[in-house]
């Protein structure tokens, strides 16, 4: 069993950035970030494979976000700059543990989930 632990949430204003952080209790093959909005579906952002040699956003946040991880913390990053109101939503960090092939942007693709964390872009 993996946990996950996401930081870095909170509210900034249109234009600003903020940086997510989530750590895992385990190692992990592939860790994405998805995001659900008030009355809306989780929806994928970004994903990235162990090694780094795969990384997925969606059109939403190219350009605009930035996923990485340093594997030796087990931890993986979203950098959010240019934020839009529309970003607004509560981020939740995903873990597969096994090695896998695709593009992980699907929930299905996922084994652990972590809690959340509130970002909240202000116009």
């Known amino acids: 069993q993996v946990q996950l632990v996401e930081s870095g949430g909170g509210l900034v204003q249109a234009g600003g950035s903020l940086s997510l952080s989530c750590a895992a209790s385990?190692?992990?093959?592939?860790m994405g970030w998805f995001r659900q909005a008030p009355g809306k579906e989780r929806e994928f952002v970004a994903a990235?494979?162990?090694?780094?040699?795969?990384?997925n956003y969606a059109d939403s946040v190219k350009g605009r976000f930035t996923i990485s991880r340093d594997n030796t913390k087990n931890t993986v990053y979203l950098q959010m700059n240019s934020l839009k109101p529309e970003d607004t939503a509560v981020y939740y960090c995903?873990?597969?543990?096994?090695?896998?092939?695709?593009?992980?942007?699907?929930?299905?693709?996922?084994?652990?989930w972590g809690q959340g964390t509130q970002v909240t872009v202000s116009s």
């Open positions: 385990g190692r992990t093959y592939a």
């Open positions: 995903a873990a597969k543990a096994t090695v896998s092939f695709g593009t992980f942007a699907l929930l299905s693709d996922y084994d652990y």
């Open positions: 990235i494979n162990w090694p780094g040699t795969i990384r």
